[in-house]
């Protein structure tokens, strides 16, 4: 089958790899029909290519049809249609009953010391091969897969599988009061749904970008945006705008690759120079995140206000601002998203008549595997206005 495979920094490839077959007694073996490209893949494309092997599969936004199931798969039948979670996860062990998928104590990828294995998200994650492919093995499928019905175009289901539950986690997380204000940092894909999210359960949002697309598509749908290269101080400006004391929660929507951090961003640089095994141990131990975000949701949250991040850190010693956290009393929570914690409620939205939360036209480019390489570096570069991409197989 054809498949997106991971070479190195900035390189990826449509290569030819084996399909993939039924190992276990739950696999099932779905044919994708539509695959996400997500900001986490642009981690792996850039910074976290220490822990991955070139071949790689990449990919963890998946639907499609069931095309064959294992004797265990109960429940999964030939022919549905079918969104599986980015995380592998079997629904039934303590973790995934608290609801905390992306902890699952059958998949938890212990030699790495991380919690649940992930599709196409390199070896910290169980090096599982991912969904931008052809043909994907779904582990798992027994409980994973999301049966959705018939009818609809395939984006109204397609984001389930990541970017709706994350986004819905990411609002959930940040325990906005109501009346309250929502500051999101960063306007892709995630911060956008996590404006729409919010804004649909009542609450006021600010969002803050630094690209005029993006901020012109988010302000096209009423949301109300600070552009980061217009002002000096985002946490003054958002305090100007809330009566002088910071918005009740802050949603981080940006992670480690975040615009503004000069210096690191030159330690970035000098990392990737590095031979392979010494910067995946650097990594581990030093850390090498760009901060920015976090700092400005440190600084633009109320006293006793709620930061989530959502946006994904992965140094390991990074400083944080501790002295500031503890005096403000702020609460940080964060995590990949629960995935099937928040399906229930959020498929009400997607299977109704208005598509409330615009998943009918949020993707801004659908194309074959083979355009691949084109599609991560113009996300990358936020070239040709690419927004989200889908890769229809
Ligand atoms: N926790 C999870 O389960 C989960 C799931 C999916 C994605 N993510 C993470 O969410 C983050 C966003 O993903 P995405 O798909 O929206 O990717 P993206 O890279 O398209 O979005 C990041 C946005 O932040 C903007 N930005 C950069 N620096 C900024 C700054 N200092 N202030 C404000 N905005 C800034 C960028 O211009 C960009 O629009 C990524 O870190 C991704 O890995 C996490
Ligand atoms: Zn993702
Ligand atoms: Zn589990």
Same mark, same amino acid.
């Given at each position: 089958?054809?498949?997106?495979? $991971?070479?190195?920094?900035?390189?990826?490839?449509?290569?030819?790899? *084996?399909?993939?077959?039924?190992?276990?007694?739950?696999?099932?073996?779905?044919?994708?029909?539509?695959?996400?490209?997500?900001?986490?893949?642009?981690?792996?494309? @850039? #910074?976290?290519?220490?822990?991955?092997?070139?071949?790689?599969?990449?990919?963890? =936004?998946?639907?499609?049809?069931?095309?064959?199931?294992? *004797?265990?798969?109960?429940?999964?039948?030939? !022919?549905?249609?079918?969104?599986?979670?980015?995380?592998?996860?079997?629904?039934?062990? $303590?973790?995934?009953?608290?609801?905390?998928?992306?902890?699952?104590?059958?998949?938890?990828? %212990?030699?790495?010391?991380?919690?649940?294995?992930?599709?196409?998200?390199?070896?910290?994650?169980?090096?599982?091969?991912?969904?931008?492919?052809?043909?994907?093995?779904?582990?798992?499928?027994?409980?994973?897969?999301?049966?959705?019905?018939?009818?609809? *175009?395939? =984006?109204?289901?397609?984001?389930?599988?990541?970017?709706?539950?994350?986004? $819905?986690?990411?609002?959930?997380?940040? /325990?906005?009061?109501?009346?309250?204000?929502?500051?999101?940092?960063?306007?892709?894909?995630?911060?956008?749904?996590?404006?729409?999210?919010?804004?649909?359960?009542?609450?006021?949002?600010?969002?803050?970008?630094? @690209?005029?697309?993006?901020?012109?598509?988010?302000?096209?749908?009423? #949301?109300?945006?600070?552009?980061?290269?217009?002002?000096?101080?985002?946490?003054?400006?958002?305090?100007?705008?809330?009566?002088?004391?910071?918005?009740?929660?802050?949603?981080?929507?940006?992670?480690? =690759?975040?615009?503004?951090?000069?210096?690191?961003?030159?330690?970035?640089?000098?990392?990737?120079?590095?031979?392979?095994?010494?910067?995946?141990?650097?990594?581990?131990?030093?850390?090498?995140?760009?901060?920015?975000?976090?700092?400005?949701?440190? /600084?633009?949250?109320?006293?006793? !206000?709620?930061?989530?991040?959502?946006?994904?850190?992965?140094?390991?010693?990074?400083?944080?601002?501790?002295?500031?956290?503890?005096?403000?009393?702020?609460?940080?929570?964060?995590?990949?998203?629960?995935?099937?914690? $928040?399906?229930?409620?959020?498929?009400?939205?997607?299977?109704?008549?208005? /598509?409330?939360?615009?998943?009918?036209?949020?993707?801004?480019? %659908?194309?074959?595997?083979? =355009?691949?390489?084109?599609?991560?570096?113009?996300?990358?570069?936020?070239?040709?206005?690419?927004?989200?991409?889908?890769?229809?197989?």
């Amino acid at each position: 089958m054809k498949a997106v495979t $991971w070479h190195g920094r900035r390189d990826v490839r449509v290569e030819d790899v *084996p399909d993939p077959t039924i190992q276990e007694p739950n696999d099932a073996i779905v044919r994708i029909t539509s695959s996400g490209l997500c900001g986490s893949d642009l981690h792996l494309y @850039e #910074t976290l290519g220490p822990f991955m092997t070139a071949g790689d599969v990449l990919g963890h =936004e998946p639907m499609g049809i069931v095309e064959e199931v294992g *004797p265990q798969a109960d429940g999964l039948a030939v !022919g549905d249609r079918v969104v599986m979670p980015f995380q592998i996860c079997c629904g039934h062990c $303590w973790m995934c009953q608290q609801g905390l998928h992306t902890q699952c104590e059958t998949t938890q990828v %212990r030699d790495q010391g991380m919690g649940a294995a992930l599709f196409g998200y390199s070896k910290l994650y169980g090096a599982v091969p991912g969904a931008q492919a052809e043909y994907l093995r779904v582990p798992q499928a027994q409980f994973m897969p999301i049966k959705v019905p018939e009818g609809p *175009p395939d =984006e109204r289901f397609l984001y389930l599988s990541d970017v709706l539950p994350t986004a $819905w986690q990411a609002v959930a997380y940040a /325990d906005v009061p109501k009346d309250g204000t929502l500051l999101v940092l960063g306007l892709g894909p995630v911060g956008e749904m996590a404006c729409r999210v919010a804004a649909h359960q009542g609450f006021r949002v600010i969002a803050v970008e630094l @690209e005029a697309e993006r901020i012109a598509r988010a302000q096209a749908r009423g #949301t109300e945006v600070i552009d980061l290269s217009a002002v000096d101080d985002v946490a003054e400006e958002v305090r100007s705008r809330t009566q002088g004391r910071g918005a009740d929660a802050v949603v981080d929507a940006v992670g480690m =690759e975040a615009h503004g951090s000069p210096v690191s961003k030159m330690g970035q640089t000098l990392f990737n120079m590095l031979p392979k095994k010494v910067s995946a141990a650097v990594m581990e131990r030093a850390g090498s995140d760009r901060m920015t975000a976090i700092y400005t949701a440190i /600084d633009a949250v109320r006293r006793g !206000g709620t930061v989530s991040l959502i946006g994904i850190y992965g140094g390991q010693s990074d400083p944080v601002p501790m002295l500031t956290m503890f005096d403000k009393q702020i609460q940080l929570r964060m995590g990949q998203a629960n995935v099937m914690r $928040w399906v229930d409620d959020i498929m009400p939205l997607v299977t109704g008549p208005d /598509d409330p939360l615009g998943t009918e036209e949020f993707a801004t480019h %659908r194309v074959p595997l083979d =355009e691949a390489p084109t599609a991560y570096a113009d996300f990358q570069t936020k070239t040709d206005d690419t927004f989200k991409v889908v890769f229809k197989p």
